[in-house]
């Protein structure tokens, strides 16, 4: 039986954070005077450690290994300084590796970002602290920019307020093809991590006191002009369209507010209107009960200030700025667009204005929609599928842009391999403008990619777990017996992902495609305990307006009986 006591103890000696060494201590005093919840408490926060993989770190704030605290991120930090060291070895490279480190407003973040620059410039390298809380993009556009080696984001995203996070990306001399600057995918993150794994003690990771640099505002202000131009070259015509557009903003008490408005400003984007409960970063999110744009009422505030200064658009950044959400008009209602939507509405403005067509690519994750492929052909483009997760999307080769379902959009790949919510704000208010000029909206736009390809209608089931080692039977009971029918329809085509799918690497997934053309993929989340189900019916359109009403009622009535039939196989 583990001594979940003496493993207790053990950690409260080697945490050089004074405040989780005293949690843990009241913790451990409840346990041995009997409680039982302390008991539970401190068997979970000793029952594994934080899994190091790629997606970093992440994990709810507190003492122990199985939370994100100093010594986790000093243990991460000093096998990451570790890996650098031996990759630039093995490169034939002496000498240090340059990290650029960047962190969220979250509880902690700025403290594991020092620590982080601390470990590094101990272990010989050198390390660029950026000066600030700042979105995510801009460390990944850093990591891109100042040719560094490695890339650290403190940052838990849209995660509750209570977790953290630890984001690597590699570049420089470490990665060189189309990977530079991405987030790390297989090998590196077992790499990595079987270094973090041989740190004995936190006690014996050297930490300077000084010696990192911290960065001033240049790449803050050389990232904020890169992405306010890609829109394209601004004409005195494009000026006065794009000062006609009024946009409500909220970064949704994240660090994304100052450079979105900066960047939409510096496009020529004058008229902006940010919700002001939300307009500063905090960490405790107090206006919405789950700090992601996609949950229901997140975006509430920001529909009625748009309601009340008639504004054309809402942008909405989750709280690193890395994802996009967009609302609009539709059938006189204000309505959030789904990521689907977003991805392919601007996947068809690059597409269409795009210089460079040869080899170029346009690449979406497996579980985004098809109708992404259908853009690209139509342009004689490439489509790729990929596995979820920009990791992935980022480092396809020609990549002219990318996006995934999850309010993810890479519009400038030439900048940051990452999706980015501010390029993607600054792109989406572009294309608004020229509709606006034109006595059009958004919701136009989704209409002629309906009468061009038909209505492709997406929609994600969820169940969430509080005990996440019942995933794996889930997944393998699906697996084992996968439906015969949905909606209706024979299914054509049962796929176990882990066995490799559309000739991408095996990850753990079901996918279901019926005869009717609709189409069903199954997956463990990878950031949050939940199982996701991705469904997707296609309705085509006959000639005509009305035909997008009609086609889009019977997308409707497919996926509501699609929808009911993939509930039924969750818990």
């Known amino acids: 039986m583990t001594d979940v006591a003496g493993l207790a103890a053990a950690w409260i000696a080697d945490d050089p954070d004074p405040a989780t060494r005293e949690e843990l201590a009241a913790v451990l005093a409840a346990h041995r005077d009997g409680s039982a919840d302390a008991t539970a408490d401190l068997e979970d926060r000793f029952r594994g450690t934080l899994e190091f993989g790629t997606a970093g770190l992440r994990g709810a704030i507190g003492a122990g290994p199985n939370?994100?605290?100093?010594?986790?991120?000093?243990?991460?930090?000093?096998?990451?300084?570790?890996?650098?060291?031996?990759?630039?070895?093995?490169?034939?490279?002496?000498?240090?590796?340059?990290?650029?480190?960047?962190?969220?407003?979250?509880?902690?973040?700025?403290?594991?970002?020092?620590?982080?620059?601390?470990?590094?410039?101990?272990?010989?390298?050198?390390?660029?602290?950026?000066?600030?809380t700042l979105p995510t993009p801009v460390l990944a556009y850093a990591t891109r920019s100042l040719d560094a080696d490695a890339g650290v984001m403190v940052t838990a995203s849209h995660n509750p307020p209570q977790d953290n996070g630890y984001k690597v990306y590699?570049?420089?001399?470490?990665?060189?093809?189309?990977?530079?600057?991405?987030?790390?995918?297989?090998?590196?993150?077992?790499?990595?991590?079987?270094?973090?794994?041989?740190?004995?003690?936190?006690?014996?990771?050297?930490?300077?006191?000084?010696?990192?640099?911290?960065?001033?505002?240049?790449?803050?202000?050389?990232?904020?002009?890169?992405?306010?131009?890609?829109?394209?070259?601004?004409?005195?015509?494009?000026?006065?369209?794009?000062?006609?557009?009024?946009?409500?903003?909220?970064?949704?008490?994240?660090v994304g507010g100052d450079t979105v408005e900066a960047a939409l400003k510096q496009a020529g984007f004058t008229d902006l209107h940010t919700v002001p409960e939300q307009a500063e970063p905090d960490p405790d999110f107090p206006t919405v009960a789950f700090p992601n744009p996609e949950e229901a009422g997140a975006i509430d505030l920001s529909l009625e200030l748009a309601r009340s200064v008639d504004a054309d658009v809402v942008i909405a950044n989750d709280p690193d700025a890395d994802r996009c959400a967009v609302a609009t008009i539709v059938d006189g209602e204000w309505r959030m667009l789904h990521g689907d939507v977003v991805g392919c509405v601007l996947g068809e403005r690059i597409a269409a204005t795009a210089d460079v067509r040869q080899g170029s690519v346009l690449a979406n994750s497996i579980v985004s929609s098809q109708l992404l492929a259908q853009i690209a052909?139509?342009?004689?483009?490439?489509?790729?599928?990929?596995?979820?997760?920009?990791?992935?999307?980022?480092?396809?080769?020609?990549?002219?842009?990318?996006?995934?379902?999850?309010?993810?959009?890479?519009?400038?790949?030439?900048?940051?391999?990452?999706?980015?919510?501010?390029?993607?704000?600054?792109?989406?208010?572009?294309?608004?403008a020229d509709l606006k000029a034109e006595g059009r909206t958004l919701a136009d736009a989704v209409d002629d990619l309906a009468r061009k390809h038909g209505v492709y209608l997406t929609r994600q089931?969820?169940?969430?777990?509080?005990?996440?080692?019942?995933?794996?039977?889930?997944?393998?009971?699906?697996?084992?017996?996968?439906?015969?029918?949905?909606?209706?329809?024979?299914?054509?085509?049962?796929?176990?992902?882990?066995?490799?799918?559309l000739g991408l690497p095996p990850t753990n997934g079901l996918h279901l495609a019926t005869e009717s053309g609709a189409r069903v993929i199954i997956r463990p989340s990878g950031t949050e305990p939940k199982v996701k189900a991705y469904l997707e019916v296609i309705a085509p359109v006959g000639e005509g307006v009305t035909d997008v009403a009609l086609a889009r009622a019977a997308a409707e009535e497919a996926m509501q009986a699609l929808e009911a039939d993939v509930k039924a196989l969750l818990p």
């Open 461 to 501: 089931v969820s169940a969430r777990f509080a005990d996440v080692a019942l995933i794996p039977d889930l997944m393998q009971r699906l697996l084992d017996s996968p439906p015969s029918t949905l909606a209706g329809s024979p299914v054509s085509a049962t796929d176990d992902m882990n066995e490799g799918f």
């Open 170 to 254: 590699l570049g420089g001399r470490v990665v060189t093809d189309e990977g530079q600057g991405a987030q790390i995918v297989p090998p590196f993150d077992a790499e990595i991590a079987s270094r973090i794994a041989a740190v004995s003690s936190v006690a014996e990771v050297p930490r300077a006191e000084t010696g990192w640099t911290t960065l001033g505002d240049d790449v803050i202000d050389q990232y904020i002009g890169a992405v306010s131009a890609v829109g394209g070259d601004v004409d005195d015509a494009t000026a006065d369209a794009r000062a006609k557009v009024r946009i409500v903003l909220t970064p949704l008490h994240g």
């Open 67 to 132: 939370r994100m605290n100093r010594a986790v991120v000093i243990r991460a930090a000093a096998g990451l300084a570790r890996y650098l060291t031996d990759a630039l070895a093995e490169h034939g490279i002496e000498g240090p590796a340059r990290v650029a480190i960047g962190y969220d407003a979250r509880h902690g973040s700025r403290q594991f970002a020092v620590d982080t620059a601390a470990v590094m410039t101990a272990a010989g390298h050198e390390a660029l602290l950026l000066p600030r």
């Open 377 to 432: 052909h139509s342009y004689g483009l490439t489509h790729e599928s990929t596995l979820t997760g920009f990791k992935w999307i980022g480092r396809e080769p020609h990549l002219l842009f990318g996006y995934e379902e999850a309010l993810g959009y890479c519009v400038a790949p030439d900048l940051v391999r990452d999706k980015d919510g501010i390029s993607a704000a600054v792109l989406v208010a572009d294309l608004v």
